[in-house]
């Protein structure tokens, strides 16, 4: 299988040394430490080291003279969390689903392990968004002309009309193997000509967890806004890896996952029939928890759509969910390196410490809801 945009989009190779540019931004520093693979400053004058993982990490012990970047030995001990465009971003929405703006920083609080954290990063705005769609289309659910067919369809054309000029999208199809339909492109003429391709399936399995994790892995890599749209079942038959390797690996990629389970109305019309078993109906039920579980563990969100009406909607969510976040990083407490898994929760509270309250134009309160990725994998020491 041939991943174009794993060469195309990767960041540079490690190099000797950090030279900064005119810009203020190093792209390239000593590969010594660590394995460091890239830099970037921010306007507060943090430095946020990339790091053979795929991590971005925190050091504070650095000079700088004549725009070449050195580092102190004992700077490249502990690391740093990003929670934004490399990491966790966290979206607020109101109880219809969009986003609540103008949140001040100091209104979120962070919580790794129980444990209050630092934000030492803070930033919100629009941006043009990254995105691979993500589709199964096999043999097993997406014959020719049948429902499942046409729902697939409907929902991956419908989706790329929302999408703006400078965004940039993927299509990838799935059944035994994942297949690159298109490549990441903002010419919709490429996209349209892939989802042509979309007519009759190869194959009778639908492989969830190895298409995932093979989309997620390439695309962890990729910098700004970023996310996988799948569209389908959720049902997995024949991967090579498990659901809890999937899940884990989805978490240390840090793209955020966005699931449209497909199949609702047709589930409902065979089982008021009495043709949907108890075991097909467990069956279908697992795969919508899948996909929940893989949005809510990346920080994005899944939908379950019964009607084609509906589509709208969640097409104007996804959107919103992906242009308008808030992104925060934090400096953890717990500097540990035993590779175990970190918990992260973000809490917004109002004056005293208590919950914060929203309120609709009327004055009356509403229900949120905050998005965001619920945890990491800390490194482990270099043997």
Request: with cysteine.
């Given at each position: 299988?041939?991943?174009?945009?794993?060469?195309?989009?990767?960041?540079?190779?490690?190099?000797?040394?950090?030279?900064?540019?005119?810009?203020?931004?190093?792209?390239?520093?000593?590969?010594?430490?660590?394995?460091?693979?890239?830099?970037?400053?921010?306007?507060?004058?943090?430095?946020?080291?990339?790091?053979?993982?795929?991590?971005?990490?925190?050091?504070?012990?650095?000079?700088?003279?004549?725009?070449?970047?050195?580092?102190?030995?004992?700077?490249?001990?502990?690391?740093?969390?990003?929670?934004?465009?490399?990491?966790?971003?966290?979206?607020?929405?109101?109880?219809?689903?969009?986003?609540?703006?103008?949140?001040?920083?100091?209104?979120?609080?962070?919580?790794?392990?129980?444990?209050?954290?630092?934000?030492?990063?803070?930033?919100?705005?629009?941006?043009?968004?990254?995105?691979?769609?993500?589709?199964?289309?096999?043999?097993?659910?997406?014959?020719?002309?049948?429902?499942?067919?046409?729902?697939?369809?409907?929902?991956?054309?419908?989706?790329?009309?929302?999408?703006?000029?400078?965004?940039?999208?993927?299509?990838?199809?799935?059944?035994?193997?994942?297949?690159?339909?298109?490549?990441?492109?903002?010419?919709?003429?490429?996209?349209?000509?892939?989802?042509?391709?979309?007519?009759?399936?190869?194959?009778?399995?639908?492989?969830?967890?190895?298409?995932?994790?093979?989309?997620?892995?390439?695309?962890?890599?990729?910098?700004?806004?970023?996310?996988?749209l799948y569209i389908g079942s959720g049902m997995?038959?024949?991967?090579?890896?498990?659901?809890?390797?999937?899940?884990?690996?989805?978490?240390?990629?840090?793209?955020?996952?966005?699931?449209?389970?497909?199949?609702?109305?047709?589930?409902?019309?065979?089982?008021?029939?009495?043709?949907?078993?108890?075991?097909?109906?467990?069956?279908?039920?697992?795969?919508?928890?899948?996909?929940?579980?893989?949005?809510?563990?990346?920080?994005?969100?899944?939908?379950?759509?019964?009607?084609?009406?509906?589509?709208?909607?969640?097409?104007?969510?996804?959107?919103?969910?992906?242009?308008?976040?808030?992104?925060?990083?934090?400096?953890?407490?717990?500097?540990?390196?035993?590779?175990?898994?970190?918990?992260?929760?973000?809490?917004?509270?109002?004056?005293?410490?208590?919950?914060?309250?929203?309120?609709?134009?009327?004055?009356?309160?509403?229900?949120?809801?905050?998005?965001?990725?619920?945890?990491?994998?800390?490194?482990?020491?270099?043997?």
């Amino acid at each position: 299988m041939d991943w174009f945009w794993h060469t195309r989009h990767r960041r540079p190779a490690d190099r000797s040394r950090a030279r900064l540019s005119s810009a203020g931004s190093a792209i390239s520093l000593e590969a010594g430490a660590g394995g460091v693979r890239g830099l970037k400053l921010l306007s507060n004058g943090t430095a946020l080291l990339v790091t053979g993982t795929g991590r971005i990490h925190h050091r504070p012990g650095y000079s700088l003279d004549n725009g070449i970047l050195s580092f102190e030995p004992q700077a490249l001990a502990h690391g740093f969390v990003a929670i934004g465009d490399s990491g966790l971003r966290v979206l607020r929405l109101d109880n219809r689903g969009r986003f609540i703006p103008n949140i001040p920083q100091a209104a979120f609080r962070v919580l790794e392990d129980g444990v209050p954290q630092r934000v030492i990063s803070f930033g919100t705005g629009e941006q043009p968004i990254t995105l691979a769609m993500v589709i199964e289309f096999s043999g097993l659910f997406q014959q020719y002309w049948s429902f499942g067919w046409q729902e697939t369809l409907t929902a991956t054309y419908g989706f790329v009309q929302t999408l703006k000029p400078e965004d940039m999208i993927a299509v990838v199809a799935f059944d035994l193997r994942p297949e690159i339909l298109s490549d990441f492109s903002n010419n919709r003429q490429e996209t349209y000509e892939a989802l042509a391709r979309l007519r009759v399936p190869g194959f009778s399995e639908s492989n969830l967890y190895d298409a995932l994790t093979e989309v997620a892995d390439r695309m962890s890599d990729i910098e700004g806004r970023k996310a996988i749209l799948y569209i389908g079942s959720g049902m997995d038959t024949f991967s090579r890896i498990t659901f809890d390797q999937c899940r884990r690996k989805l978490q240390t990629a840090g793209v955020p996952i966005y699931a449209l389970g497909t199949l609702q109305a047709l589930r409902e019309w065979y089982d008021a029939r009495g043709w949907l078993g108890p075991i097909a109906r467990l069956d279908f039920l697992q795969a919508d928890n899948q996909l929940r579980t893989f949005a809510r563990e990346t920080g994005g969100f899944a939908w379950f759509p019964r009607f084609f009406g509906e589509y709208g909607g969640i097409f104007r969510q996804i959107n919103e969910a992906l242009r308008n976040t808030y992104s925060l990083a934090y400096q953890p407490t717990n500097v540990a390196r035993d590779g175990k898994q970190r918990k992260i929760k973000v809490e917004l509270i109002g004056e005293g410490g208590q919950p914060l309250r929203v309120v609709d134009e009327r004055g009356k309160p509403i229900k949120y809801q905050i998005v965001h990725k619920t945890g990491y994998t800390a490194p482990r020491e270099v043997e």
